[in-house]
């Protein structure tokens, strides 16, 4: 870390499309935020850059379904993300956002400084084209079936089941978002970043040259490079976002995944609007990007091209990207309202950030997946914060009081053989020991980006304070050895105050209530040398006086949790908004149809007699189903489901008069009818009984 001047901290700038949960909180803000405060203990040169990422289709979508212009929907998240993140207390510099003029420049800027070396290749191709909408279909206007895993609500850049990265071509059954029409292609003209050009480099800079990053992801990346790599469209038709500055690209701006990164530079450039050029261009820089694992590829690979292509930019020295946060054994997700919402907690739990996050941190998925639950927050705090490091605390506190008057009792060398006071002694060095080596091991670990064990050390140093005073139990010497009791209770204060210096970088809101507590004129000084010295130092003087005890947490309620998991367990009808999640919860009703219209359909049951997979398709099955008259080949998107052998021998229920359609050279005569569950898991619909082969359903 010393080799560095100063550092440039960013946190994944999140989209401006809906609020913030707590899996956003674990993921990125969270562990760059205590990262920050530590760099800033220790006296480091720090800017810590965030901002909205306001662009892209998940934005104009997301302004479609509320009905509002894009303008008014980014204001509306933008505003409401800025005070979650203030609220809770994260320290950012700047949060600015993507759609702000300096950021226009910048990034039209950038483009041009690569398109002036003629490194973009400009290409017109076949794209599809919604009709009736007059729009070309790009990323998340286009869902279709992925020809990887068989989700059919696979998006045009990604589909979210499998984590494949896709495009609109790739797409089986393609149709509009939008309107829901089954699109045309039409030529557009695009221009292409040259990614394969720097896989070279990429492989120099990042695989022989990064081996220090975190395994996750050194390893995501090395499986993006073995797997080659290919010019990226860096342009889109849309009426929202940063035009492409060329005379004759109307109608086309940047794509989202270009400009958004390089929010980080503009947001700098409105700090520091003098001298932003040493954060991002002075090789005596360390740029971190703090993010979660699904924008591991953007910022190791697609970023650091572009800042290698357009010159005279460092590079992310490190990018300690998290795994994701799990709510009560299941996904977090925006669209079935499976969530803690930030703002949402601190709304229900006033006062009471640091719970939130010692918690988070407590659990944090540095290196798995990782499992958020009410119960275990509960109990953490009960136990950890309220036990271990509130009680310590006020223990001190309350007895300093009793026998000192609430003055800092003095020093004392303890002179004296018996036996009493050298088992003091030794209890004493013991903890000394023990405290220092956790302070060490502490911000090791802070250096080191584990921020899990970190805090579990930080938390260490109360342990170790709770067992000294145990040990010592100064109440019983009270009558006998005031002396030793004194000497007891002021080496308790000291471990009070590292304490209190310990936590900053974790728990801003008990580090400030230590600070009013022991009320120190030499915190400043103290403070600096703790973090410097990683070890423990004076923070309290002989004979001054303490300020007034405080509980620093109390007990989490019964009630407040089940209030929480009450909330859990309404599934909502309407979805928090949130366009990226284009399939509700619990799909609406269609309209009304006459009996006439139903009395088409002839359902019937049949009995499976062979089924095999179909080559080059993860989710189709192609299964023999005799129908009572005879046998039929029905093709069915089942095989991620069922495997063939569970479905040999079972019922089934099929429409037995669809028109016949051909998949993948063969002729599918019918559907087998399927109920699919909000998570898009399908089960087979058949007789509580066995019944004939034939049987109609009605
Ligand atoms: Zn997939």
């Keep these: 870390m010393s080799q560095f001047k100063r550092h440039t901290i960013t946190a994944a700038l999140p989209y401006a499309n809906g609020p913030l949960h707590i899996g956003h909180i674990a993921g990125a803000y969270l562990p760059a935020d205590t990262y920050v405060r530590f760099l800033r203990l220790r006296g ?42 203030e609220d809770f207390g994260i320290g950012f510099d700047i949060y600015s956002r993507t759609s702000n003029p300096v950021h226009y420049e910048t990034a039209q800027e950038f483009f041009k400084k690569i ?45 979210e089941k499998c984590g494949t990265s896709l495009s609109p071509r790739q797409l089986i059954n393609p149709r509009s978002t939008v309107s829901g029409n089954t699109p045309v292609l039409r030529p557009t003209r695009h221009w292409y970043f040259p990614l394969d050009k720097f896989e070279n480099w990429l492989r120099e800079w990042l695989i022989e040259g990064h081996k220090d990053w975190k395994t996750n992801v050194y390893g995501q990346c090395k499986s993006w490079l073995d797997q080659g790599l290919q010019p990226r469209s860096i342009t889109r038709d849309l009426d929202w976002g940063i035009p492409v500055p060329l005379p004759d690209a109307e109608g086309k701006v940047l794509y989202v995944w270009f400009d958004a990164p390089i929010g980080y530079i503009s947001a700098t450039k409105e700090l520091k609007p003098n001298d932003w050029e040493k954060y991002w261009k002075d090789p005596e820089t360390r740029l971190i990007h703090f993010i979660g694992k699904d924008n591991i590829v953007f910022h190791c690979i697609i970023f650091p091209s572009m800042l290698k292509a357009a010159g005279d930019f460092i590079l992310p020295d490190n990018v300690p990207a998290n795994e994701f946060l799990n709510l009560e054994g299941d996904k977090l997700s925006t669209s079935r309202n499976h969530a803690v919402w930030l703002h949402e907690y601190l709304h229900d739990f006033p006062g009471r950030r640091d719970e939130l996050r010692y918690v988070l941190t407590s659990i944090s998925p540095e290196a798995k997946d990782a499992d958020f639950t009410w119960k275990d927050y509960q109990q953490k705090v009960d136990s950890e914060m309220v036990s271990i490091l509130g009680n310590f605390v006020n223990r001190v506190m309350v007895l300093t009081g009793k026998y000192f008057d609430g003055k800092v009792p003095a020093e004392q060398e303890l002179p004296g053989t018996d036996d009493r006071r050298k088992k003091i002694l030794t209890l004493y ?154 399939v509700a919860a619990t799909k609406a009703l269609k309209p009304e149809i006459a009996f006439d219209d139903f009395s088409k359909l002839d359902i019937r049951i049949g009995e499976v007699v062979a089924a095999e997979k179909m080559e080059k398709s993860d989710k189709l099955l192609k299964l023999t189903v005799d129908d009572g008259l005879g046998r039929r080949t029905i093709l069915s998107g089942i095989a991620k489901h069922y495997s063939a052998d569970e479905m040999v021998g079972r019922q089934v229920t099929f429409i037995a008069n669809l028109a016949p359609r051909k998949m993948m050279g063969i002729e599918s005569q019918g559907m087998i009818l399927m109920a699919e569950d909000n998570d898009g898991k399908l089960r087979l619909i058949r007789p509580t009984e066995d019944v004939a082969p034939g049987s109609t359903v009605s």
Excluded at 48 to 61: M, P, R
Excluded at 115 to 122: S, V
Excluded at 442 to 450: D, P
Aim: charged share 25%; with cysteine.
């Design 44 to 85: 480091e040169d720090v800017v810590f850059i965030c901002g909205s990422d306001e662009h892209g289709v998940a934005i104009t979508l997301g302004a479609k379904k509320e009905g509002v212009s894009p303008r008014v929907f980014v204001d509306k998240y933008h505003h409401m993300m800025k005070k979650a993140f």
């Design 115 to 159: 398109y002036d070396q003629n490194l973009f290749i400009e290409e017109t191709s076949d794209q599809y084209y919604d009709e009736q909408e007059g729009i070309f279909l790009a990323d998340r206007y286009i869902i279709g079936t992925c020809p990887n895993c068989g989700n059919p609500n696979a998006y045009g850049d990604q589909c």
């Design 429 to 582: 060095q013991q903890a000394h020991n023990d405290l220092n080596q956790a302070v060490k091991e502490m911000t090791a670990c802070l250096k080191n980006f584990r921020f899990r064990e970190a805090q579990f050390q930080m938390m260490n140093l109360a342990r170790i304070g709770n067992k000294f005073l145990a040990d010592t139990e100064p109440w019983k010497l009270a009558k006998e050895d005031m002396e030793a009791v004194a000497a007891i209770l002021n080496y308790s204060l000291t471990i009070v105050g590292n304490i209190g210096l310990a936590c900053e970088p974790f728990l801003p809101d008990g580090a400030a209530s230590i600070r009013r507590q022991l009320n120190s004129d030499l915190f400043e000084v103290a403070r600096k040398q703790f973090w410097q010295k990683e070890e423990l130092v004076h923070v309290v003087a002989q004979g001054a006086a303490l300020g007034t005890p405080e509980l620093m947490y109390k007990k989490v309620e019964d009630a407040d949790i089940e209030k929480q998991m009450e909330r859990l367990r309404k599934t909502p009808l309407t979805a928090v908004p949130e366009a990226a999640h284009a």
